[in-house]
Each structure stands twice: as structure tokens, then as C-alpha cells.
């Protein structure tokens, strides 16, 4: 009880973020992932199928889609370092402190889902489901065009 009662700040001061963190995941499991289901090879532009007419719509539409939530991912967590930054930098917290740590936290999963819509966003600009090290062996593909 005694070990409880020591510790009630250290969590106290923790849930905040914690609830934070996972009201944000939730929010993003609920984002529908779109995802390159088939690679697509078009041999001749006159014999394209009613098939590769829909593959090809439903690329430009995942496309369209991954672009848009990848620069806003990429943009909220680019705001979220500056406001991190400015936390440690010129409020003076420490790195440890617990407001560091959930704007960390926050950046991390904004950066691993901007990381995942630029990926879905080269594949099916490029029409190919290549994996991860191909994607990063260009730094160009890095931002959803």
C-alpha cells in the first residue's frame, strides 16, 4: 500500500499520455489501410482489360488517398517535434520529463504511420508491390507525390 501511494504521482502524471496515446491508436486502427494488392504490368496500352481498368482506378484511388493522409501525418508530426522542441529547449523540461516523453511518443506513431502511407503511396504510384528496402533505396520516395 505504502509502495502505491509513493507511486500514485509517477502514474498520475503518466495517464494523460497513456490515455492520449491510446485513444490515438484506436483512431488510427480505424482508418481503413489501403494496401497494393497485385502488381500490375500493362504490355500494350491497346490491349488493356476491363480488369486493368479497375486495377488502375483503384491504384489512383489509393494513390490519391495515401497522399493526402501521408502529408498530413508527415505535417502533425513535424508539428509535434517543434512543439517538443520547444518544450525541452525553451520551457527548459527535461528530456525525461513526462510532457517529453508523450510528444515523443505521439511523433513516433505519426512517423510510423507517415512512413506507411509513403510506402502504400510508391507502390502504387509505381504500380509494383516492392518491399521496404526498396522504397527507402530512393530518398525521393520518401514524401506521398
Known amino acids: 500500500m505504502l509502495i502505491g501511494w509513493l507511486a500514485r504521482p509517477f502514474v498520475f502524471a503518466f495517464r494523460p499520455g497513456y490515455r492520449a496515446g491510446r485513444a490515438g491508436m484506436q483512431a488510427l486502427s480505424r482508418i481503413p489501410a489501403d494496401t497494393v494488392q497485385k502488381t500490375l504490368v500493362l504490355p500494350d ?45 525553451v520551457s527548459g523540461a527535461d528530456i525525461f520529463s513526462p510532457p517529453s516523453i508523450v510528444k515523443l511518443a505521439m511523433a513516433v506513431v505519426l512517423g510510423s504511420q507517415f512512413l506507411i502511407l509513403a510506402l502504400t503511396n510508391w507502390q502504387a504510384r509505381t504500380g509494383q508491390a516492392g518491399g521496404l528496402l526498396a522504397f527507402l533505396s530512393d530518398g525521393r520516395n520518401l514524401w506521398p507525390r
Open 45 to 89: 496500352q491497346d490491349a488493356i482489360r476491363s480488369e486493368d481498368v479497375a486495377t488502375l482506378q483503384a491504384l489512383e484511388q489509393t494513390r490519391a488517398r495515401s497522399r493526402t493522409l501521408g502529408r498530413l501525418f508527415g505535417v502533425l508530426m513535424s508539428v509535434d517535434l517543434i512543439f517538443w522542441s520547444r518544450t525541452v529547449f
